[in-house]
């Protein structure tokens, strides 16, 4: 499988990259090889501001088999109105999507994902996102199977309801490979347990030591406390992501050297990573 950033920036778009967004793709060659139906398969990790413009560059909308939604700030979920519009108004949605069969997309995330979702679009009063979006909470769901890959949430610490994901699928090596994303969350004992041995660990790093670390905790991480999480964990890879525009990437990636030994390196939307 492999990993394509499609945006990366921190908390809103930067003049770059769109926020956070994150497709997991597997080819139908793997998908076949791994006793999956032979097919491409795309799962889309967050949908924030800006990121479907750019997502549109890598695939087209309406061949995504799932989307999974970490928490409800912006940065993670604001574009879900402009892929609903997408599912419900393209002209070739029913030959498209899902085969022909025009399944809605599952959309796992927080327990409150519709409403806000609706809410956010201005959805008039009758109308219903069912038929384009199946919202499933992720607490309902622990494990999830989508074709050749299996998603399991688990809870982070952040201000709001927030879940990292762990991924697991066929290795573009052959065999199994494990990728874990945190969402946006602060050290705690839950995203240890989703970064345990995986292959690559796309972590954010939105604060910087002695800048924000001593303004609140229960937020962020740092690069280091990032590269802390790599090491405690034994992930034998280190992407940080979620750099707002005023960080210097630089400070990130020396704090996060500073803490794992392993290889690091800034998320880059885009970028293929092979996992
Ligand atoms: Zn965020
Ligand atoms: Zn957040």
């Given at each position: 499988m492999r990993l394509l950033p499609v945006g990366v920036s921190g908390s809103f778009p930067g003049p770059e990259t769109p926020a956070s967004s994150y497709l997991v793709q597997v080819t139908a060659a793997e998908a076949a090889a791994a006793g999956h139906e032979a097919r491409d398969w795309n799962v889309l990790l967050d949908l924030g501001n800006g990121a479907f413009g750019a997502l549109q560059k890598h695939l087209d909308?309406?061949?995504?088999d799932a989307v999974s939604i970490s928490h409800l700030h912006p940065d993670h979920c604001a574009d879900l109105a402009g892929l609903y519009v997408y599912l419900r108004y393209h002209p070739e949605r029913g030959s498209l999507r899902d085969g022909g069969r025009g399944a809605p997309l599952p959309v796992y995330g927080p327990s409150t994902a519709e409403g806000h979702v609706a809410q956010a679009y201005g959805l008039s009063e009758g109308e219903s996102m069912c038929h384009d979006l199946e919202f499933l909470s992720w607490p309902e769901h622990p494990k999830v199977q989508v074709g050749p890959l299996v998603l399991e949430p688990h809870r982070v610490f952040h201000p709001v309801e927030t879940y990292g994901v762990r991924v697991t699928g066929p290795s573009a090596a052959g065999g199994t490979a494990t990728l874990a994303y945190t969402g946006d969350t602060d050290a705690c004992e839950s995203v240890v347990e989703l970064a345990r041995?995986?292959?690559l660990l796309l972590s954010e790093a939105a604060f910087v030591e002695g800048r924000?670390?001593?303004?609140?905790?229960?937020i962020h991480l740092t690069g280091r406390r990032a590269g802390e999480l790599a090491t405690e964990a034994g992930a034998r890879r280190l992407l940080l992501t979620?750099?707002?525009?005023?960080?210097?990437p630089a400070v990130s990636l020396a704090e996060a050297r500073g803490s794992y030994a392993g290889p690091v390196d800034l998320a880059r939307s885009g970028t293929v990573y092979e996992v």
């Open positions: 909308p309406l061949t995504l041995d995986v292959d924000d670390d001593v303004v609140e905790r229960g979620h750099l707002p525009v005023w960080n210097d």
